[in-house]
């Protein structure tokens, strides 16, 4: 339960939010659950990919309700857990009138933490073909807002040539409560070979490197990750041994203490990893630290150890990782994920250096995804906006209340959240995605 739950569940908690005229947040859907009404699946056009991919995951569907236009309140008769949209066929803007029967009737009818999912294609083509695509993600982004009661909205862009075995993953981690706080967001899926099945247990016998992994979302990413059957390398600095040692403890996994900014950092982590395993399937770089003031007061330490900590030590651990010759690095296949946040991609009052290194490690991974593709080695990003962390928990309460609710779910995520995305990312089965960064932010009201 999130700081903000608690204070609404709480007695004393209640009769303040009732006086500041606050409404309760709505409770969304978390983990490895399903939506409990059924799912619809609107097919626009000749295309069978959604059809496909819902079977190949076991997912049972129905037939859509259409909108006329001559009924004033379109919807279903038992509320909808789902509607899969597979607008992939879509090439023409008349042909988006289609999509708009099938949404006005779902968005009246969906339950409680539901899902609307648009899986459109790339922006390729003529210039009307690049509009409706476009077009797709402004109805995804102005949809999400209009939802309620936790109901979230995704577009997933499905390049030709991926079919079902490379949208699996992807459907399945939208459709789940893993996606609770991924909202009003547009991703891709690549064509990909060797995509590995679908697995509730993706990570089984799987070593993951979790840097910052002593605390909070760090914390959360390593727990969340044993779930899913991975091994964990936890690593941290010196100073956070204790608490990096009891989540090592927790997960089963191993610690490893260290500096990421120090020259050596990469050749340590393979050196542990090389005496343990084979090799990295995946690495998560966490680790990252804010030195905030405002552009006119950030001298030259400030600026330069916000991006050696959040971006330079992870290019310098990458380029160790990845050499073929170093016993213990990344394994052809594997995975690497960075943590962006919403701060680089829309900018923050008094944060630029940390903005400018989380944009850095956003431009990173779009930079290194083609160029590891011929090693199966996906690169992505996630992007986290107000998260509830013992940190955001000291910042003021009305200003902390305002980050809460500048979203379209009226509440900070989880680290959970955070960790449920980098989770989805990792996996095997994720083959297809690459180059991307996820926004895990409730659909934060500010940025692009």
């Given at each position: 339960?999130?700081?903000?739950?608690?204070?609404?569940?709480?007695?004393?908690?209640?009769k303040?939010?009732?006086?500041?005229?606050?409404?309760?947040?709505?409770?969304?859907?978390?983990?490895?659950?399903y939506?409990?009404?059924?799912?619809?699946?609107?097919?626009?056009?000749?295309?069978?990919?959604?059809?496909?991919?819902?079977?190949?995951?076991?997912?049972?569907?129905?037939?859509?309700?259409?909108?006329?236009?001559?009924?004033?309140?379109?919807?279903?008769?038992?509320?909808?857990?789902?509607?899969?949209?597979?607008?992939?066929?879509?090439?023409?803007?008349?042909?988006?009138?289609?999509?708009?029967?099938?949404?006005?009737?779902?968005?009246?009818?969906?339950?409680?933490?539901?899902?609307?999912?648009?899986?459109?294609?790339?922006?390729?083509?003529?210039?009307?073909?690049?509009?409706?695509?476009?077009?797709?993600?402004?109805?995804?982004?102005?949809?999400?807002?209009?939802?309620?009661?936790?109901?979230?909205?995704?577009l997933?862009?499905?390049?030709?040539?991926a079919?079902?075995?490379?949208?699996?993953?992807t459907?399945?981690?939208?459709l789940?409560?893993?996606?609770?706080?991924?909202?009003?967001?547009?991703?891709?899926?690549?064509?990909?070979?060797?995509?590995?099945?679908?697995?509730?247990?993706?990570?089984?016998?799987?070593?993951?490197?979790?840097?910052?992994?002593?605390?909070?979302?760090?914390?959360?990413?390593?727990?969340?990750?044993?779930r899913?059957?991975?091994?964990?390398?936890?690593?941290?600095i010196?100073?956070?041994?204790?608490?990096?040692?009891?989540?090592?403890?927790?997960?089963?996994g191993?610690?490893?203490?260290?500096?990421?900014?120090?020259p050596?950092?990469?050749?340590?982590?393979?050196?542990?990893?090389?005496?343990?395993?084979?090799?990295?399937?995946?690495?998560?770089?966490?680790?990252?630290?804010?030195?905030?003031?405002?552009?006119?007061?950030?001298?030259?330490?400030?600026?330069?150890?916000?991006?050696?900590?959040?971006?330079?030590?992870?290019m310098?651990?990458?380029?160790?990782?990845?050499?073929?010759?170093?016993?213990?690095?990344?394994?052809?296949?594997?995975?690497?994920?960075?943590?962006?946040?919403?701060?680089?991609?829309?900018?923050?009052?008094?944060?630029?250096?940390?903005?400018?290194?989380?944009?850095?490690?956003a431009?990173?991974?779009?930079?290194?995804?083609?160029?590891?593709?011929?090693?199966?080695?996906?690169?992505?990003?996630?992007?986290?906006?107000?998260?509830?962390?013992?940190?955001?928990?000291?910042?003021?309460?009305?200003?902390?209340?305002?980050?809460?609710?500048?979203?379209?779910l009226?509440?900070?995520?989880?680290?959970?959240?955070?960790?449920?995305?980098?989770?989805?990312?990792?996996?095997?089965?994720s083959?297809?995605?690459?180059?991307?960064?996820?926004?895990?932010?409730?659909?934060?009201?500010?940025?692009?």
């Amino acid at each position: 339960m999130s700081v903000l739950e608690k204070a609404f569940t709480s007695p004393v908690g209640r009769k303040v939010a009732a006086k500041a005229g606050l409404a309760e947040p709505p409770r969304l859907r978390r983990g490895r659950t399903y939506p409990s009404g059924p799912i619809v699946l609107a097919a626009l056009g000749d295309s069978t990919l959604g059809a496909d991919t819902l079977t190949l995951l076991g997912r049972p569907y129905e037939a859509p309700v259409l909108d006329s236009g001559d009924d004033p309140v379109p919807g279903y008769g038992d509320r909808i857990g789902a509607l899969v949209v597979d607008a992939t066929a879509l090439t023409r803007v008349d042909q988006l009138e289609q999509l708009r029967a099938v949404l006005r009737p779902a968005v009246r009818g969906l339950e409680g933490a539901g899902r609307i999912i648009l899986l459109g294609r790339p922006g390729t083509g003529d210039w009307e073909q690049r509009s409706v695509a476009r077009a797709l993600d402004g109805i995804d982004r102005t949809v999400a807002k209009e939802l309620r009661k936790g109901a979230t909205s995704n577009l997933v862009r499905v390049a030709e040539g991926a079919g079902p075995e490379q949208l699996a993953s992807t459907l399945d981690f939208v459709l789940q409560g893993r996606s609770a706080f991924v909202d009003g967001q547009t991703w891709q899926v690549e064509p990909a070979d060797e995509v590995a099945p679908h697995s509730q247990r993706p990570l089984d016998g799987r070593v993951i490197v979790v840097t910052g992994a002593a605390r909070g979302i760090g914390a959360a990413i390593a727990r969340t990750l044993a779930r899913d059957g991975a091994t964990i390398v936890a690593v941290d600095i010196p100073a956070a041994g204790e608490s990096l040692a009891a989540v090592a403890n927790e997960v089963a996994g191993t610690a490893l203490q260290l500096d990421i900014t120090a020259p050596d950092a990469g050749a340590r982590i393979a050196a542990h990893v090389a005496a343990r395993a084979e090799g990295i399937h995946g690495i998560v770089h966490n680790a990252g630290i804010t030195r905030d003031k405002m552009l006119a007061n950030t001298d030259a330490a400030r600026w330069a150890s916000v991006l050696e900590v959040n971006l330079v030590s992870q290019m310098r651990i990458n380029e160790v990782l990845l050499d073929p010759s170093v016993d213990g690095g990344l394994l052809s296949g594997g995975r690497i994920v960075g943590v962006a946040s919403t701060s680089g991609l829309a900018g923050n009052k008094g944060q630029t250096n940390y903005a400018a290194s989380k944009a850095g490690v956003a431009g990173l991974v779009q930079a290194m995804a083609p160029d590891l593709a011929a090693r199966g080695i996906t690169v992505n990003a996630v992007a986290p906006g107000f998260i509830e962390t013992d940190m955001t928990a000291r910042i003021p309460f009305v200003q902390r209340e305002v980050f809460r609710r500048s979203n379209s779910l009226s509440q900070g995520g989880r680290p959970v959240d955070v960790a449920e995305t980098i989770g989805y990312l990792l996996d095997p089965a994720s083959q297809g995605v690459t180059g991307q960064v996820v926004r895990v932010c409730g659909q934060n009201l500010v940025g692009a």
